[in-house]
């Protein structure tokens, strides 16, 4: 059974910082690297950190040097430390593999997401 829970969204004022949890199957993150998503209203879903089992990392650049993607391989867990956050970082964020599971059969699998909000 697939399972990807994401925790630890909030509101949060500009400049201040969160950490988001994402507690995925085995199968998944051994096997994967994961990714963390977001989708903001009204716009597409978007790769902003990725990590792959070994733990190189990889960022959009519109999180470079403020988010920092990591990842616990005996816990099944991955994290994203955000700091500096901006009213544009407003979005439901996901975790997932990288490619999503089921992409390759043309039905992905996403979890429930966690909000984040950005705003004085």
């Known amino acids: 059974q697939v399972q990807l829970v994401e925790s630890g969204g909030g509101l949060v004022q500009p400049g201040g910082s969160l950490r988001l949890s994402c507690a995925a199957s085995g199968s998944i993150f051994s096997t994967y690297a994961m990714g963390w998503y977001r989708q903001a209203p009204g716009k597409q879903r978007e790769l902003v950190a990725r990590?792959?089992?070994?733990?190189?990392?990889n960022y959009a650049d519109s999180v470079k040097g403020r988010f920092t993607i990591s990842r616990d391989n005996t816990k099944n867990t991955a994290y994203l430390q955000m700091n500096s956050l901006k009213p544009e970082d407003t979005a439901v964020y996901y975790c997932?593999?990288?490619?999503?599971?089921?992409?390759?059969?043309?039905?992905?699998?996403w979890g429930q997401g966690t909000l984040v909000t950005v705003s004085e």
């Open positions: 990590i792959t089992s070994p733990g190189s990392t």
């Open positions: 997932n593999s990288d490619p999503p599971v089921g992409y390759h059969f043309g039905f992905e699998y």
